[in-house]
């Protein structure tokens, strides 16, 4: 079984919002950063948010800064990232990540190359 799984995808219009879940099951990562990315159609997969543990500190992309919001909650196991304003930019299939070991260095939260585990990723389609 994947460790990570993603739902709460779906089909939105220009404005509205989304949550979308990350659940985690047979390890547990609450010591460690975790992310969400996404990928466009004819895209090439792209950071969209992570959240460290400690704080939790939050980090965007700059397309979704201020409109999308991710959280943890360690006691559930479960990541979130709601999304607001949403545009038809946004559709794409959006993907959990966490790493295989600790991550702490912000500096590589964007990376994808910093992740072991991907869930099998949700749809959000924005209608204009």
């Known amino acids: 079984q994947a460790p990570l799984a993603e739902s709460g995808g779906g089909l939105v219009q220009a404005g509205g919002s989304l949550r979308l879940s990350c659940g985690v099951s047979?390890?547990?990562?609450?010591?460690?950063?975790m992310a969400w990315f996404r990928q466009a159609p004819g895209k090439e997969r792209s950071f969209v948010a992570a959240?460290?543990?400690?704080?939790?500190?939050?980090y965007y992309a700059d397309s979704v800064e201020g409109r999308f919001t991710i959280s943890r909650d360690n006691a559930k196991n479960t990541v979130y990232v709601h999304m607001d304003s949403l545009k038809p930019e946004d559709t794409a299939v959006y993907f959990c990540?966490?790493?295989?070991?600790?991550?702490?260095?912000?500096?590589?939260?964007?990376?994808?190359?910093?992740?072991?585990?991907w869930g099998q990723g949700t749809q959000v389609t924005v209608s204009s």
């Open positions: 959240i460290d543990w400690s704080t939790p500190r939050t």
């Open positions: 990540a966490a790493p295989g070991s600790p991550l702490y260095n912000s500096a590589c939260f964007d990376d994808e190359q910093s992740y072991d585990y």
């Open positions: 047979g390890r547990t990562f609450s010591k460690s950063a």
